[in-house]
């Protein structure tokens, strides 16, 4: 089956530091890779998406970066933290070139990052 | 750009009812695909229904159905037979079929009620 993992699950940091989600997918080859951020009571954002290894294209300036060393790792940073940061990170994957009957984007559980 | 609104910010129906939930988009695009997503408590989101623009045919996933308007660029939710365990937020978006960026609306918090 092709799973989604997110790490952490929660996370509490202060103002100012450094900050690394990380997203592994399972089970597939070359997909599509997303970070969305979600606001409380709110949709989501799409932040970074990634075609391939090395390839990220960000939707919005912002305080973060992603970065995609391996086929199925996506990667959120920053280097310090805003209290605007806050908020439900999911990453999803899709299958690249994907056919009309499968293209569909997946999630992950997700990350909720506080930051005081 | 595409934006995808979600008029009913919150929705209650009893228990076997059935409830309907809204949804309009703006696109210049005439490929595209739609999805309504499920957010329960946990947060997860989870694929409800799909829908493929270029077909006419409403999509159906047992006991959620779509009401597809392509020229009014409306994609509505009917949930029958509501169960308790349907309470949650939903989404609807939007993904072109161009790297499949997708847009979100901002959410119904459906609430069912026994």
């Known amino acids: 089956s092709q799973t989604i993992h997110q790490w952490p699950a929660t996370l509490v940091q202060p103002v100012g530091s450094p900050l690394s989600l990380e997203c592994t997918v399972e089970?597939?080859?070359?997909?599509?890779l997303y970070w969305y951020r979600q606001a409380a009571g709110r949709g989501l954002q799409l932040l970074f998406y990634?075609?391939?290894?090395?390839?990220i294209s960000s939707e919005v300036p912002q305080n973060l970066s992603a970065s995609r060393p391996q086929d199925r790792q996506f990667i959120l940073s920053s280097k310090k933290l805003l209290l605007s940061d806050s908020g439900f990170y999911l990453c999803?994957?899709?299958?690249?070139?994907?056919?009309?009957?499968?293209?569909?984007?997946?999630f992950g559980p997700g990350t909720r990052l506080t930051v005081l | 750009a595409q934006t995808v609104t979600q008029s009913q910010p919150e929705m209650s129906v009893q228990e076997a009812e059935t409830v309907t939930l809204s949804c309009t988009y703006d696109?210049?695009?005439?490929?595209?695909?739609l999805f309504w997503y499920k957010q329960p408590p946990s947060r997860q989101m989870i694929l409800v229904i799909r829908q493929e623009a270029y077909k006419q045919q409403n999509a159906t996933e047992n006991r959620f159905s779509v009401n597809f308007q392509k020229a009014a660029k409306s994609f509505s939710l009917k949930i029958s037979d509501s169960q308790l365990g349907d309470t949650a937020m939903y989404f609807c978006a939007f993904m072109n079929t161009n790297a499949g960026k997708s847009t979100f609306g901002d959410g119904t918090t459906l609430t069912v009620k026994p």
């Open positions: 990634s075609v391939g290894i090395g390839q």
């Open positions: 999803a994957r899709k299958p690249a070139g994907g056919s009309p009957s499968t293209d569909t984007q997946y």
């Open positions: 696109t210049s695009e005439n490929n595209y695909y």
């Open positions: 089970g597939t080859s070359n997909p599509n």
